[in-house]
């Protein structure tokens, strides 16, 4: 596991470059970056990686949380750039997906809200992993009123001259406790924290992008591998 800083020290308000990996509906954590930072930089040259939220995210059923992973193509023999996978040509996924979702969020207070807006993604001609997430992450974050930057790397670099986000991706890290909100089977299975940003907008609609800027960013910061 992956151990991450226990304490902010300073301001969590980020005056230096920042990059992130572009994720499927990408997390709680990841939004709390990208609303208290003003210059954000997508990695697109980096290897794709099996088991990580490039092609998952993780939302709350009444079971308890539920990963939604996209199929891909890919082997583990013929390494590919993250930008270069291809989403695999079996779309019923996207059904299941978007079903998924309905049934887990239907009695949220604001899924009816923003339910238009979101099923559209659903139903695209997508074929490119990168490019999917992108979209998604684009209307994400214009529904929560989040800043959408389309600047990516030009190549690949282990270390980053600004602050290094890339591993929030991971599903083997170990992240801080955050606040609690309403969320939709509290009653039955209590808080579930560091769930997808749907998760959060669905459960907190117009107060989501509020949340996220009081979420202490030296939290998130590694601090060994």
Not at 38 to 60: A, G
Not at 111 to 139: P, Q, V
Request: charged share 20%; hydrophobic share 35%; net charge negative.
């Amino acid at each position: 596991m992956v151990g991450l800083s226990p304490l902010a020290e300073k301001e969590s308000q980020l005056d230096m470059a920042v990059i992130l990996h572009p994720t499927y509906f990408p997390s709680i954590c990841t939004g709390a970056v990208v609303a208290q930072c003003d210059d954000i930089i997508w990695e697109q040259h980096d290897n794709y990686q099996k088991q990580t939220y490039r092609n998952r995210t993780r939302i709350l059923s009444a079971h308890g949380t539920l990963d939604l992973t996209i199929p891909v193509q890919y082997t583990q023999k013929q390494r590919q750039r993250y930008s270069d996978v291809q989403i695999s040509d079996d779309h019923s996924w996207m059904l299941q997906h978007w079903k998924s979702i309905s049934i887990a969020y239907s009695n949220s207070p604001f899924f009816e809200f923003y339910r238009d807006e979101m099923e559209i993604l659903f139903s695209s001609t997508h074929t490119n992993l990168f490019e999917y997430n992108m979209t998604c992450i684009k209307t994400l974050f214009g529904l929560i009123e989040l800043p959408f930057s389309n600047r990516f790397t030009t190549t690949f670099e282990k270390t980053f001259k600004g602050e290094d986000f890339r591993h929030l991706t991971s599903t083997k890290i170990n992240l801080p406790e955050i606040p609690r909100y309403i969320q939709v089977f509290d009653d039955s299975i209590g808080f579930t924290p560091h769930l997808s940003l749907l998760d959060l907008l669905f459960n907190q609609g117009p107060s989501t992008k509020s949340y996220l800027l009081k979420l202490p960013l030296d939290r998130l910061i590694i601090t060994s591998m």
